[in-house]
């Protein structure tokens, strides 16, 4: 189970409102996916599921308990542009990512622990398609190699919830097809509750179970940091004839919402 809960989560930087009031379930196994324009918040909602960033109001929780308030093995995640390391392998950059996962403080297995990492490691790179470039390292690899690296780097430690920001952002078209082939029997298998941020509308439809858009409702010209951005649609994609849950087409004046 890896139901997420997102309960009246604000986000605000001194006086800057970012997000206001978002207030929803992601259920144990759904694909989210997060549009909405640039600066809306996205990527800050994306940071408090990780940990890296805390709710200024409100909290999240994880199966009903609260998420820890820093990154760990439950949580894993893919950037646009992810710094695996340079001087490791693909084999020794999967390797420790499943050694951290496994073993938080020490960060390193011995014996059959350690034989266990390499299998297992093995085996993801096999399932991200990196079979064959398991010794090279970073730099020989391709944008899109990279990013099945990062995918791969994210799965080794089991995670109950992947979180992706943009990442297949920077890809060529045919490298991002090939990535969402990919991406979407890897989720299916492992049984994770996803949540994606995208700019690509159709990726959002293609891979999510669920698309739901940030947005801001209410604007002051005066004070443009004043209401941040709320949950304008949500859409169910697992039901037949899915409607959107809310009908804010287009962001309120402020006048209309008061
Ligand atoms: N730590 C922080 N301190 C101050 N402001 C922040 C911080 N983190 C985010 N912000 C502000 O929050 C707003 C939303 O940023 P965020 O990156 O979450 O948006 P986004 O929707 O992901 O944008 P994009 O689609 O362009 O990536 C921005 O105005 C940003 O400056």
């Not at 991002?176 to 949540?195: D, F, N, S, Y």
């Not at 409702?217 to 951005?229: C, L």
């Not at 994609?237 to 287009?250: H, I, K, N, Q, S």
């Amino acid at each position: 189970m890896s139901t997420i809960t997102v309960e009246n989560v604000w986000a605000e930087f001194g006086d800057q409102i970012v997000i206001e009031n978002l207030d929803f379930e992601v259920k144990s196994g759904a694909f989210l996916s997060v549009v909405g324009p640039s600066g809306c918040g996205k990527s800050t909602f994306l940071r408090m599921v990780l940990g890296q960033d805390r709710p200024s109001r409100g909290r999240l929780l994880l199966d009903g308990k609260p998420l820890p308030d820093e990154p760990d093995a439950d949580r894993g995640v893919v950037f646009q542009r992810y710094s695996v390391f340079p001087h490791l392998t693909v084999l020794g950059n999967v390797v420790l990512a499943y050694e951290l996962g496994q073993s938080r403080f020490l960060g390193k297995l011995f014996g059959a622990a350690k034989r266990r990492a390499k299998e297992r490691a093995e085996e993801l790179i096999v399932a991200v398609g990196l079979g064959a470039h398991r010794d090279k390292h970073p730099s020989a690899l391709s944008g899109g190699m990279q990013q099945r690296l990062a995918i791969a780097q994210a799965l080794a430690k089991d995670p109950k919830v992947l979180l992706l920001d943009e990442p297949f952002g920077a890809l060529d078209p045919g490298t991002r097809a090939q990535m969402h082939a990919l991406i979407k029997p890897l989720w299916e298998q492992a049984g994770m509750t996803v949540i994606m941020v995208t700019h690509d509308l159709k990726e959002a439809f293609n891979l999510g179970t669920r698309v739901v858009a940030f947005d801001k409702v209410r604007h002051d010209p005066q004070a443009p940091g004043r209401y941040g951005a709320r949950v304008t649609y949500d859409l169910d994609l697992t039901r037949e004839g899915a409607v959107p849950v809310l009908g804010f087409a287009r962001p309120i004046p402020l006048m209309a919402a008061q």
